[in-house]
C-alpha cells in the first residue's frame, strides 16, 4: 500500500467511515484522477503538497480531518475545458458519492463539500479557521522559490494548451488580478508572515509577462 493510501485510510478512519471497502475503492478512484495524463500541476505532487501544509498547521484548524478530505477531493474532477466553478462542483459531488458511500457521518459529508466549494475562488470568511487551512495550503505553490513558481506557471499553461494564446494570456491575467485583489492570499498567522510577500511578488511578476 503506497504512502497516499495509507494516509487516506487514517483519515478517513478518523473522520468517522465504517465501510473499509468503499474507503479502499475511493482511495483508488481519487488516486486515478489527480494521476490523469492531461494534468501537469494538478497532480499527485500537488495533492501530497497540500496534504503536507495541512499536516503542518492542523491544530489551527476545528475538523483537521475534514481538512485533509477536502484537500484529497478539492481537485479530484479536473477538466481544463470546463468553465466557472465547473470542476470544484463536480470534485464536491464526487466526495459526496466517495465519503457518503464510506459511511462517513452525514455532518462530516458536508463539511468536506463546503470546503471543497471554497477552493473555486479562495474566499474564506474570518471565522473559519478551516476554511483557511485549505486555502491556504492550496496557493502554497504560490509562495515558492520564483524558479519553482515559472515551473508552475509553465505547468498551468500545459494543462491549457488547447486555449490560444492570446486567449490563454487574457485568461490567467484575470486569474491573477483576483488572487492579488484577495485581502490576503495566506488568513493563518504563520503562512501569511513565511508566503505573503513572496507570493505576490511571484503573481505581479507573472501578471507583467502577461500583459
Not at 495509507?6 to 475503492?25: C, E, L, M, Y
Not at 494521476?35 to 498547521?57: F, G
Not at 500545459?158 to 488572487?179: D, S
Amino acid at each position: 500500500m503506497d504512502e497516499l493510501t495509507v494516509r487516506w485510510r487514517a483519515t478517513t478512519r478518523a473522520a468517522g467511515a465504517t465501510d473499509p471497502d468503499a474507503v479502499a475503492r475511493a482511495a483508488a478512484r481519487l488516486l486515478a484522477g489527480w494521476r490523469e495524463p492531461h494534468r501537469h500541476h494538478h497532480t499527485v505532487a500537488h495533492l501530497r503538497a497540500v496534504l503536507d501544509v495541512v499536516d503542518a498547521y492542523a491544530d489551527r484548524a476545528r475538523h483537521p480531518d475534514l481538512v485533509r478530505l477536502a484537500a484529497w477531493c478539492h481537485d479530484a474532477v479536473y477538466d481544463p475545458r470546463a468553465g466557472g466553478d465547473a470542476n470544484e462542483r463536480a470534485s464536491a459531488d464526487l466526495g459526496d458519492a466517495l465519503l457518503t458511500a464510506a459511511g462517513l457521518p452525514a455532518a462530516a459529508v458536508t463539511g468536506v463539500r463546503r470546503l471543497v466549494l471554497l477552493t473555486a475562488g479562495h474566499a474564506v470568511g474570518p471565522d473559519d479557521p478551516d476554511g483557511a487551512l485549505l486555502c491556504d495550503a492550496d496557493l502554497a505553490v504560490l509562495a515558492a522559490a520564483p524558479d519553482d513558481y515559472d515551473r508552475y506557471a509553465a505547468a498551468i499553461r500545459r494543462e491549457y494548451a488547447h486555449v490560444p494564446e492570446p486567449a490563454f494570456r487574457a485568461g490567467r491575467a484575470a486569474v491573477l488580478r483576483h488572487l492579488l485583489a484577495l485581502p490576503a492570499l495566506y488568513r493563518l498567522p504563520e503562512p501569511h508572515a513565511r508566503w505573503e510577500h513572496r507570493a505576490r511578488a511571484n503573481l505581479t511578476r507573472e501578471l507583467s509577462t502577461l500583459s
